[in-house]
């Protein structure tokens, strides 16, 4: 089972990065996945999930109008679109499969600073 994220690198406040996370060696399209961060000094924190048929999603209030996840079963790919970044997103951010198991990527860091 792997979780592969990529997309993470430094950008300036107010602007965009668009994370992926591609999955492989487990049934994708009946796992509901999330994305999650961890800044320095600080517990892992939800920032939006989506489930397996990409019916519904769900959001920290702290991203809510600026983040957007989706997912392309046909690809075992979950994304997740970050706008007007701001400082405070600073973190590395990790996806998550959940499902008859749990499945964690390794995290990719996004830095927003100017």
């Known amino acids: 089972v792997q979780l592969v994220e990529s997309g993470g690198g430094l950008v300036q406040p107010g602007g965009s990065l668009r994370l992926s996370c591609a999955a492989s060696?487990?049934?994708?399209?009946?796992?509901?996945m999330s994305w999650y961060r961890q800044a320095p000094g600080k517990e892992r924190e939800l920032v939006a999930a989506i489930i397996s048929d990409g019916g519904s999603t769900n959001y920290a209030d702290s991203v809510k109008g600026r983040f957007t996840i989706s997912r392309d079963n046909a690809k075992n790919t979950v994304y997740l679109q970050m706008n007007s970044l701001k400082p405070e997103d600073t973190a590395v951010y990790y996806c998550k499969a959940f499902g008859l198991r749990v499945y964690w990527g390794q995290g990719t860091q996004v830095t927003v600073s100017s």
């Open positions: 060696g487990f049934t994708f399209s009946s796992y509901a």
